[in-house]
Nanobody, 123 residues
Framework: VQLQASGGGLVQAGGSLRLSCAAS????????MGWFRQAPGKEREFVTA????????YYADSVKGRFTISRDNAKNTVYLQMNSLKPEDTAVYFC?????????????????WGQGTLVTVSS
């Protein structure tokens, strides 16, 4: 599976951005999709995920109520709608395809990764 993330950019605090993650190739062994982010000098952290089948979604507490993950099956694309952005949301955002690992929030549960897209929120 190849993942292509896009949609990052510079936005003022309180603004919105929508990230996209287009998937191509065989999806064998993929059970969902997630977004992680990594700010300068910090570890990569879980943001959100959506699981195929039931469509369950998961969010980090820091983004609940502001971010929404969704998917378009016809386009093999997952979206991350980010509203009410804060300067602390500034990071490189990565989309990742989840394998069979049980822990949705753990990076090791994800088997394919996109290249990352930079989101910068100015105060």
């Amino acid at each position: 599976v190849q993942l292509q993330a896009s949609g990052g950019g510079l936005v003022q605090a309180g603004g919105s951005l929508r990230l996209s993650c287009a998937a191509s190739g065989r999806s064998f062994g993929v059970y969902g999709m997630g977004w992680f982010r990594q700010a300068p000098g910090k570890e990569r952290e879980f943001v959100t995920a959506i699981i195929w089948g039931g469509g369950s979604t998961y969010y980090a507490d820091s983004v609940k109520g502001r971010f929404t993950i969704s998917r378009d099956n016809a386009k093999n694309t997952v979206y991350l709608q980010m509203n009410s952005l804060k300067p602390e949301d500034t990071a490189v955002y990565f989309c990742a395809a989840k394998g069979a690992g049980a822990v949705v929030t753990r990076a090791s549960s994800y088997i394919y990764w996109g290249q990352g897209t930079l989101v910068t929120v100015s105060s």
